[in-house]
């Protein structure tokens, strides 16, 4: 059984710094990727990373934020810096098992003076 949980959010100022940590257990994963979301808006890719290291970003975290993983321990993390107001979002940890999606419970990160 799948089971991503993710830790680390809360309230920062602009121009700070966040890490977000995520636990997965269930499987072997190939890919783990962090989403975000804000009410009223889909669910956005933020990054991934895959098994050997290879990292991809969305242009608006690309240079801020950067993922990085654990294979021994299942984590992946994300930590991200200069962060903006509009970097406010309920953050996901996201995956792909045998072609069933699964996902975290979400961890708000929230970006305010």
């Known amino acids: 059984q799948v089971q991503l949980v993710e830790s680390g959010g809360g309230l920062v100022q602009p121009g700070g710094s966040l890490r977000l940590s995520c636990a997965a257990s269930?499987?072997?994963?190939?890919?783990l990727s962090w989403y975000r979301q804000t009410p009223g808006k889909q669910r956005a890719w933020v990054a991934t990373?895959?098994?050997?290291?290879?990292?991809s970003y969305a242009d608006s975290v690309k240079g801020r934020f950067t993922i990085s993983r654990d294979n021994a321990k299942n984590m992946v993390n994300l930590q991200m810096n200069s962060l903006k107001p509009e970097d406010t979002a309920v953050y996901y940890c996201h995956t792909v098992v045998g072609g069933t999606l699964h996902w975290g419970q979400g961890t708000q990160v929230t970006v305010s003076s």
């Open positions: 990373i895959g098994s050997g290291g290879s990292t």
């Open positions: 269930g499987s072997i994963f190939s890919f």
